[in-house]
């Protein structure tokens, strides 16, 4: 991991967790600024006009982002203490003096109107320690919401409202989505409802290690667009106002915005929700490999020439990969025509493949380029 980004906190996501952030957060000293003349600029740098007003596609996105507010009823919350009472001795023996979470515990975060008969995005860190979530749509507007399904290996979740005709965003391209162009942040920081910041995509495919577990999967867009707890759920956008990721985490000593934040790409984040409405879960697919990004040292360490992509360095023989002929030390630099510089590019391409599509991969062997099909299956099917 990059020096730079020890700075991610184990509590970096709490950066984002909006669990209990309106009690640990207070919020900031508003003060008015003073009004100044606004206008609107076009440079021409031989393509596109580049807009520095970005009123439209805040126009255009607002609406279809919501606040939330997760809750534990007080049932969720008994149970809770009586399993900790069973796995805590120094709690069974002596009571809840020795508990560090008595009460029923809550947060509050952003979502994104994903389809205009009430299905809403999110992160799974947002809802994931809730049973209870009320919605209050940008027209103020209040609804009761279910949790449809939600997965914590790439921190998206969806919730329900009963509402139709809702505005639901328009859906982007992340495999579009340029380092330099400019990018929006729409959510709730701090419980501010409605509010819009703006950026560049500063990186793409960045890995942060900062969902734990090794099924994870992180491919995040990176942007210099202010975000801070509260934001959670809510929508990056491009300047027409069409979603390209779900905010997710920041880079940050302090537990606030210090100059970068990560967005799961809207590509994936399609991909899972699908999974989640329709299953109630992600149903992933299993490449069956363990892969590292090719650099001088890794190819010195196997003894090939260097090229960019990403290297098998392990397989699992009943995984996807071994079964279509794959091998140790190849090295693959495409996934269905898409070139592979990353493990987290792959892992992207692989999690927005379903299982029983064929992947083609491109590799290189022993200075031979071949195109070899996989066919995707599930960890436990063959």
């Known amino acids: 991991m990059n020096k730079w980004l020890s700075t991610v906190l184990a509590g970096a996501m709490g950066g984002l967790i909006t669990l209990g952030a309106a009690k640990m957060l ?3 000293q508003i003060s008015q600024i003073p009004e100044q003349q606004t206008y609107s600029k076009h440079v021409n740098y031989g393509g596109a006009p580049v807009p520095f007003d970005f009123t439209k596609a805040a126009e255009r996105a607002m609406p279809a982002v919501v606040h939330i507010k997760a809750s534990e009823s007080r049932e969720a919350a008994i149970q809770r203490q009586r399993n900790s009472r069973e796995s805590n001795p120094f709690q069974y023996f002596f009571g809840d003096a020795f ?9 509050t975060g952003s979502g994104v109107i994903y389809s205009e008969d009430g299905y809403i995005l999110t992160n799974n860190h947002v809802v994931e320690f809730a049973d209870e979530f009320e919605v209050t749509l940008h027209d103020n507007r209040e ?3 279910r949790l449809v399904g939600r997965d914590p290996n790439t921190d998206m979740a969806v919730i329900k409202i009963d509402a139709n005709n809702l505005p639901a965003i328009e859906l982007g391209n992340s495999d579009e989505v340029r380092v330099g162009e400019w990018a929006l942040a729409v959510g709730n920081p701090f419980d501010l409802t409605s509010t819009v910041t703006a950026g560049i ?7 942060i290690d900062i969902i734990k577990g090794g099924k994870a999967i992180e491919s995040f867009i990176q942007t210099d667009a202010a975000v801070n707890p509260g934001n959670s759920g809510g929508a990056l956008v491009d300047v027409n106002g069409k979603l390209i990721g779900i905010n997710s985490a920041i880079a940050t000593p302090t537990g606030v915005f210090a100059g970068y934040s990560f967005a799961i790409p809207v590509n ?7 999974d989640l409405v329709k299953y109630g879960e992600y149903r ?3 490449l069956g490999v363990n892969v590292a990004t090719m650099d001088t040292h890794v190819a010195k360490e196997l003894g090939i020439p260097f090229t960019q992509g990403v290297v098998v360095a392990g397989l699992d023989p009943e995984g996807s990969a071994a079964i279509a002929g794959l091998q140790e030390n190849d090295v693959v630099t495409k996934a269905n025509g898409k070139t592979v510089t990353t493990t987290s590019e792959l892992m992207e391409l692989i999690g ?3 299982v029983g599509e ?3 991969l491109n590799v290189l062997r022993n200075g031979d380029s071949r195109e070899i099909p996989v066919r995707l299956k599930t960890r436990n099917n063959n």
């Open 358 to 360: 064929t992947l083609v």
């Open 268 to 274: 994936l984040v399609k991909r899972i929700a699908e």
């Open 284 to 286: 992933r697919a299993y």
């Open 201 to 207: 995509v500063s990186a793409k495919g960045r890995d």
């Open 143 to 145: 609804f009761r919401a």
């Open 26 to 28: 207070e919020k900031p």
């Open 99 to 107: 508990s560090f979470e008595q009460q029923p515990r809550s947060g």
């Open 352 to 354: 927005r493949s379903k």
